[in-house]
């Protein structure tokens, strides 16, 4: 299944769930960048409620739909459609002006970090309790480079598609980089469990790799000689 499709199809069916108020979502996506923008339509067609981050060689965003005046629900639409172009979001844009002072030369401050931006604009626009979804043409080993943990916490769900769609993402496709590369997407283990969305091929990776990691723990402990090697032995 080509990954666009792979994605499409977890996104429909586990949309109540991955829609979630305050939802994060990692969605890597192909390398080609119209992609990029079928992906973010298709999510605003199942969720108008979603934020977008698209991130790719042309743009660098973060798109969402404002609530109407009339009825305060929010549907997808151009008028509705608000543009944060995170290449120019600086930290003087991320504070709200405070009319009763008089201005001051904002401090000398280092750049800010696309994960930065991000929890930045959800805050200053008031959308934290929204769905967030990054997508764009970025490898997987990123992921959890994109989310500011502290602010955040870490993604609750993970899309990731065939080993073969992932070739570009991973930039390679050994079992041990394939676990080693998504096990950055699940974030830091004491905060949010992270649900990563896949083929079965790529979850029987997950768990053949972690066998091996287990049976090695367990040789530094004095146990089996020759983990991993008894493990390729064992591979059907």
Not at 39 to 55: E, K, N, T
Not at 67 to 89: N, P, Q, Y
């Amino acid at each position: 299944m080509h990954p666009q499709e792979f994605t499409h199809t977890a996104l429909e069916t586990f949309q109540d769930d991955i829609f979630r108020p305050g939802g994060r979502i990692f969605v890597p996506a192909c390398p080609e960048i119209h992609t990029h923008e079928r992906v973010r339509r298709h999510i605003f067609d199942l969720c108008p409620r979603a934020v977008v981050v698209v991130l790719n060689g042309e743009e660098k965003s973060l798109v969402w739909h404002a609530r109407s005046r009339e009825t305060r629900s929010v549907e997808a639409s151009e008028t509705t459609a608000r543009t944060l172009d995170l290449r120019k979001f600086t930290l003087e844009k991320a504070v709200k002006a405070d009319r009763s002072e008089e201005p001051r030369p904002p401090p000398q401050q280092a750049p800010l970090e696309v994960s930065d931006k991000i929890a930045l604009a959800m805050e200053r626009y008031g959308l934290e309790d929204r769905p967030l979804l990054i997508t764009g043409y970025i490898c997987v080993g990123m992921g959890q480079t994109l989310l500011n943990a502290q602010k955040m916490g870490n993604f609750t769900h993970a899309i990731l598609p065939s080993r073969e769609g992932m070739r570009n993402l991973f930039m390679k496709t050994t079992p041990e980089v394939l676990y080693q590369e998504a096990g950055r997407v699940t974030g830091r283990k004491h905060q949010n469990r992270t649900q990563i969305l896949c083929p079965p091929s790529i979850r029987d990776n997950f768990v053949r790799e972690e066998q091996k990691a287990i049976a090695v723990m367990d040789h530094a402990r004095g146990g089996d000689p020759h983990p991993v090697l008894r493990l390729r032995q064992e591979k059907p």
